[in-house]
Nanobody
Framework: QVQLVESGGGWVQPGGSLRLSCVAS????????MGWYRQAPGKQRELVARITTVGNTNYADSVKGRFAISRGNAKNTVYLQMNSLKPEDTAVYYCNADLIWTMKAGPFNYWGQGTQVTVSA
């Protein structure tokens, strides 16, 4: 059973910071890429940031220069450091991962349950 478990969400005032974490667990062989998406009420889910195994990253234009994605040493963990938060960053943030099993075609894409981030005065 694969699980992506997020943590670190919460409430913060505009200009503040939060750090999200996501740990992937299960019987997969490796992870090719991990990322963060978000979905605000009434809006579609959108990419926030993504990082590959070799460290290539891409970010949504709206978060460039404020957010930073990184992988843990164990490679099954991904972090999202969010600085200079704005009210428009309020959303449910979802962890996403492309998982690989030896001897199976893939990778296979998985989602976490999401963690709420609220930015307000």
């Amino acid at each position: 059973q694969v699980q992506l478990v997020e943590s670190g969400g919460g409430w913060v005032q505009p200009g503040g910071s939060l750090r999200l974490s996501c740990v992937a667990s299960g019987s997969f062989s490796s992870i090719s890429a991990m990322g963060w998406y978000r979905q605000a009420p009434g809006k579609q889910r959108e990419l926030v940031a993504r990082i590959t195994t070799v460290g290539n990253t891409n970010y949504a234009d709206s978060v460039k220069g404020r957010f930073a994605i990184s992988r843990g040493n164990a490679k099954n963990t991904v972090y999202l450091q969010m600085n200079s938060l704005k009210p428009e960053d309020t959303a449910v943030y979802y962890c996403n991962a492309d998982l690989i099993w030896t001897m199976k075609a893939g990778p296979f894409n998985y989602w976490g349950q999401g963690t709420q981030v609220t930015v307000s005065a």
